[in-house]
């Protein structure tokens, strides 16, 4: 005779899966996904092409989506927006730290070029929007200062948990699966 709550014993304890143990799941594999990405862009000369970096989101987006569902395969079938937004934020968060701890990594010892990479690219946007060298000059100089591998990896994390806080509230909207025994 089986236990009616099976669903809930997945090597967990026979406890539900929690909030936690999905984000970490998710996060990591998310980190390795970005990383490869990352090399792929350095590698094929694409750092800084804007179609790139919103085709880099595709796979935030996917494993976002099956986070929920597997919290809701492996729990009691119920997600809360409020679990989702939870998922979801905390997947990227642990993604973004890994992630960035790479590429802290790489640009500080494995090709130091990169940033002079960064550096080339933001002049060429600049002269391509038209502006005066004058302007460039200024504009370069503000953002010199903040070119650095340690401020942008900061900046970096705080970016990538932002907008995994922004998909998270839209996926959430519509993965979520609310116990009805719980709205009243």
């Given at each position: 005779m089986e236990d009616n709550n099976s669903?809930?014993?997945?090597s967990h304890g026979g406890e539900k899966i929690s909030v936690k143990q999905v984000s970490v799941k998710y996060g990591l594999i998310l980190s390795v996904i970005s990383i490869i990405f990352f090399l792929i862009t350095v590698f094929a000369g694409l750092v800084g092409n804007q179609a790139v970096q919103y085709l880099g989101m595709i796979p935030t987006i996917i494993l976002?989506?099956?986070?929920?569902?597997?919290f809701k395969q492996e729990g009691?079938?119920?997600?809360s927006y409020g679990q989702g937004l939870g998922i979801g934020t905390l997947t990227v968060t642990i993604s973004s730290i890994v992630y960035t701890v790479f590429f802290?990594?790489?640009i500080k010892f494995v090709d130091s070029s990169f940033m002079e990479i960064m550096k080339d690219?933001?002049?060429e946007d600049m002269q391509a929007q038209g502006m005066s060298e004058e302007q460039i000059d200024q504009a370069m100089s503000m953002t010199s200062g903040f070119m650095t591998p340690e401020i942008i990896s900061v900046f970096a994390i705080l970016v990538a948990v932002f907008f995994g806080f922004i998909l998270s509230l839209i996926i959430s909207a519509f993965t979520k699966n609310s116990n009805p025994d719980l709205d009243m």
């Open positions: 669903v809930l014993d997945h976002i989506v099956l986070a929920h569902k597997e009691d079938g119920f997600m802290y990594v790489y690219k933001q002049l």
